[in-house]
């Protein structure tokens, strides 16, 4: 899937060639209207529920406010983001970001891939009982699966260190802690991924591979020619939904489980935010570091966008 | 993948090359690669169950036998689950939950269905900024938005009920992107043949896109259900004082003085089973309808 595509040829123009410059403009307007009729239910609640905060979250990054309605707010200019670029915990959240990013790409890249491409060496009934396997994380609550993790990851009677006969406080070690945010985090989007990998795949043409090996092509060089090429716009949308969304999917485990720690391990940007929100009453800080992320993000983005519209393949 | 293994599909070539039928492939492929397919899907499968797995079966494990690691929790016992019945009034919990996540799935296709055919059917002037405006929501965590938005609903007087849970997930940059390529996916020929016709764009809509598109948006109504029924943040915030949705309730089993593993495993197994069941009994289904639009 491409995210900015360029519009599609011009369909049969229809009636708004030559005519419509004699048409009456509420004739024009009347005849532009749907597509924008259609669009209005879902932009009213983006508006609303989306960019109005976003837009009072701008006001709020140069305000001094507690979060208590009976104490005024103070308008403090750039303060805050002076203050948030000067703390070290905000360069800390972002490089475990990072981290965390890195170490969800194979979950959502490698590992759905390698699950497609031999889904279709095994098919039949096998493939669909390997596939459902893999997809049930998926359907486990975020709250419900942290506590079975934190419960498999118990320093003693937990199932994790018993197999393996560890004793490791994986929630409690820096090291560890940060590893198992990113375990539980991919064990619970792999099956998201593995689906939009498989629909990926099935938008292939199978005669392309047919063709290949006709020609000589053995099945390795088929798929790092063909299908892989083929399937990059699926890859560059998967990268794209891991970027931006990595932090808030492990946001669940490290709200209720690692609170964060320890020492800030698993204290990623998102956790930050509701820190400095709900940890320290510090709505302008937060508000602050939410519109730098949102920045970011948005930047970061863009360039993949750019990139991957430039190196992706199309099957047209 | 080893050059080795690969090596055996180049020397023998036991059937005619060309066949193009789906059986002569397979025939054509050397056992030993279904065989790894196999062992890696399979071990891969069962890692990914076995959490799923200790949940049910530390939950059906009798209290005195909450730590015991055998494989299979014997003697059963039910006393975890009544334990948990008495905690927390699940049958309420259960309806609440369902209607929430109902009402934010049917929503979110809606407004899914609207967006996706107007991008899908017309070109239009701001066509990429507006498809922007929808994608960018994922630049917007639900930590900027939760103080604004919840200072709204509390104006709105909705704080505490079920409607203050589901009104502002409406609508979702998924559905949208995922029933623009479904549409486009229909024959434009049916599309124009349903203008020659005389039909307005909105008896189009759900004379002709709609039937079209049925099992894809079974799939994508399964999916946004599951998201919803799992949603855990917004309704935290909203429903504070009610806890009224089963991934609320969840929390009164882990307190300072402790976890009560088996009541919570008993409650988290209720709260994953309906979508687990939905799941299994519509699984077929879900992946054709996901696969079949070659979400791409």
Redesign the interface.
């Known amino acids: 899937m491409t995210l900015l595509e360029v519009p599609a040829p011009p369909r049969a123009a229809g009636p708004t060639t030559p005519a419509a410059v004699t048409t009456p403009w509420w004739r024009r307007v009347a005849r532009a209207a749907p597509p924008y009729l259609f669009l209005a239910p879902g932009l009213a609640l983006l508006v609303v529920w989306t960019y109005r905060p976003l837009v009072s979250t701008v006001r709020l990054s140069f305000l001094s406010w507690n979060l208590l309605p009976t104490s005024p707010a103070r308008s403090v200019g750039l303060d805050n983001f002076a203050r948030l670029f000067a703390l070290p915990d905000f360069g800390a959240a972002i490089g475990r970001t990072a981290v965390l990013i890195l170490g969800l790409l194979p979950f959502t890249l490698v590992v759905p891939v390698a699950v497609g491409l031999l889904a279709r060496r095994v098919r039949g009934r096998a493939a669909t009982v390997y596939q459902a396997m893999v997809f049930a994380p998926m359907l486990v609550a975020p709250v419900a699966g942290a506590a079975v993790w934190q419960w498999m990851l118990d320093p003693r009677a937990g199932l994790v260190n018993r197999v393996l006969g560890t004793t490791t406080n994986w929630l409690q070690e820096p090291a560890s802690a940060q590893l198992a945010v990113i375990v539980v985090t991919g064990w619970h989007v792999l099956g998201f991924a593995t689906l939009v990998v498989a629909a990926g795949l099935a938008g292939i043409d199978s005669e392309y591979s047919a063709a290949a090996s006709l020609d000589g092509a053995t099945r390795w060089q088929a798929t790092r020619w063909l299908t892989l090429p083929l399937l990059s716009p699926t890859l560059s949308f998967l990268s794209l939904m891991t970027l931006l969304l990595a932090a808030q999917w492990s946001f669940p485990l490290v709200n209720t489980v690692t609170h964060g720690g320890p020492s800030g391990a698993t204290t990623n940007i998102y956790f930050l935010l509701w820190d400095y929100a709900f940890g320290s009453f510090d709505a302008g800080l937060g508000a602050a570091a939410g519109l730098v992320f949102f920045l970011g993000f948005g930047l970061v983005a863009l360039v993949l966008v750019r990139l991957t519209e430039r190196l992706s393949f199309h099957d047209s | 993948?080893t050059?080795e293994l690969?090596a055996p599909?180049?020397v023998e070539v036991p059937v005619p090359?060309?066949a193009?039928s789906?059986g002569a492939?397979?025939l054509r492929?050397p056992r030993l690669?279904?065989v790894?397919?196999?062992v890696?899907?399979?071990l891969?499968?069962?890692a990914?169950?076995v959490?799923?797995y200790?949940?049910y079966a530390?939950s059906l494990r009798a209290p005195e036998n909450i730590?015991s690691?055998t494989p299979f929790p014997w003697p059963l016992s039910v006393e975890n689950y009544a334990e948990a019945w008495g905690a927390v009034n699940l049958p309420r919990l259960l309806v609440n939950t369902f209607v929430m996540a109902t009402m934010v799935a049917l929503g979110q296709l809606?407004?899914?269905l609207?967006?996706g055919?107007?991008?899908a059917?017309?070109?239009?002037?701001f066509?990429?900024a507006?498809?922007?405006?929808?994608?960018?929501?994922?630049?917007?965590?639900?930590?900027?938005?939760?103080?604004?938005?919840y200072a709204?609903l509390s104006e709105l007087g909705v704080l505490n009920t079920i409607a203050g849970a589901i009104?502002?997930?409406?609508?979702t940059a998924l559905a949208?992107?995922m029933l623009r390529?479904h549409v486009r996916s229909i024959p434009?020929e049916l599309l124009?043949a349903a203008r020659m016709d005389g039909r307005t764009?909105w008896s189009t809509?759900w004379t002709v896109v709609v039937p079209n598109l049925g099992p894809a948006l079974a799939a994508l109504g399964v999916l946004l259900f599951?998201n919803a029924?799992?949603e855990?943040?917004w309704p935290a915030l909203v429903l504070q004082r009610t806890n009224d949705v089963?991934?609320l309730a969840?929390?009164s089993f882990?307190g300072p003085e402790g976890?009560q593993?088996g009541p919570?495993?008993a409650t988290?197994?209720l709260?994953?089973l309906p979508?687990?069941i939905l799941?299994?009994v519509l699984?077929?289904r879900i992946?054709d309808g996901?696969?079949?639009?070659?979400?791409?």
Do not use: K
């Open positions: 993948m050059p690969l599909s180049h090359v060309h193009p789906d492939v397979v492929e690669r279904a790894l397919g196999h890696v899907l399979g891969l499968g069962i990914c169950v959490p799923l200790w949940l530390t730590y690691l809606l407004t899914g609207l967006a055919y107007a991008f059917a017309w070109t239009f002037r066509q990429n507006l498809y922007l405006v929808f994608i960018a929501t994922w630049l917007v965590p639900f930590q900027v938005t939760m103080v604004p938005n709204l009104i502002p997930n409406l609508c949208v992107i390529t434009r124009e764009a809509l599951i029924w799992n855990y943040f089963l991934q969840l929390h882990i976890t593993w919570l495993m988290a197994g709260a994953c979508v687990l799941y299994l699984q077929r992946v996901f696969v079949r639009s070659g979400l791409r």
